[in-house]
T-cell receptor, first 114, second 113 residues
Framework: DTAVSQTPKYLVTQMGNDKSIKCEQN?????MYWYKQDSKKFLKIMFS???????INETVPNRFSPKSPDKAHLNLHINSLELGDSAVYFC?????????????FGSGTRLTVV | TQLLEQSPQFLSIQEGENLTVYCNSS?????LQWYRQEPGEGPVLLVT?????EVKKLKRLTFQFGDARKDSSLHITAAQPGDTGLYLC?????????????FGTGTRLQVFP
């Protein structure tokens, strides 16, 4: 069983469209994250949810809206997609433990906006 | 802004060589983690170091946390092609109720047979 699963794996869409990425974890972790990895492989946090509550909301355009229906799921909806949104988006989960637990990442969603 | 700079950025070596990757910051972190990422996959946790000066070994990989908890190094002995990948250090946590990590700039390692 995959611990953190994201769908879809690849997403190609036109500018201006709205799209969603889904993430589910079966590890029983209490915290989930969305990270964006750019073309230089730099990973930057976007959002974090702890038990369905939004904890971290970094400087991200408000076209990006996360939703956590329960602590096992964290989805990312993106409105009015722009070329600069092209990147790989990673979902991750952890059990908050003062940094000792480590993250479990999904395999990523490669978003290409054309 | 907390930053973690990794060096070198790219490293291409022959099988059997040794190498060291460095992760440096001006900020103090309560823990430092190392991940390896392969193409098309998410990063996978290798190790967490917590105490200043701590050394951990994972087979041919040796991880060290600096005494001041601002830097770390990863040493690989007798590298193998299977070690190829993107190595990421990550410092954290940076807030009390979440394990938010700050990731380093990454080191891409290629080991040729």
């Amino acid at each position: 069983d995959t611990a953190v699963s994201q769908t879809p794996k690849y997403l190609v869409t036109q500018m201006g469209n709205d799209k969603s990425i889904k993430c589910e974890q079966n590890l029983g972790h209490d915290t989930m994250y969305w990270y964006k990895q750019d073309s230089k492989k730099f990973l930057k946090i976007m959002f974090s949810y702890n038990n369905k509550e939004l904890i971290i909301n970094e400087t991200v355009p408000n076209r990006f809206s996360p939703k956590s229906p329960d602590k096992a799921h964290l989805n990312l909806h993106i409105n009015s997609l722009e070329l600069g949104d092209s990147a790989v988006y990673f979902c991750a989960s952890s059990q908050v433990n003062r940094g000792l637990g480590g993250y479990t990442f999904g395999s990523g969603t490669r978003l290409t906006v054309v | 802004t907390q930053l973690l700079e990794q060096s070198p950025q790219f490293l291409s070596i022959q099988e059997g060589e040794n190498l060291t990757v460095y992760c440096n910051s001006s900020s103090v972190f309560s823990s430092l983690q190392w991940y390896r990422q392969e193409p098309g996959e998410g990063p996978v946790l290798l190790v967490t170091v917590v105490t200043g000066g701590e050394v951990k070994k994972l087979k041919r990989l040796t991880f060290q946390f600096g005494d001041a908890r601002k830097d770390s190094s990863l040493h690989i002995t007798a590298a193998q092609p299977g070690d190829t990948g993107l190595y990421l250090c990550a410092g954290g946590p940076v807030s009390y109720n979440t394990d938010k990590l700050i990731f380093g700039t990454g080191t891409r390692l290629q080991v040729f047979p």
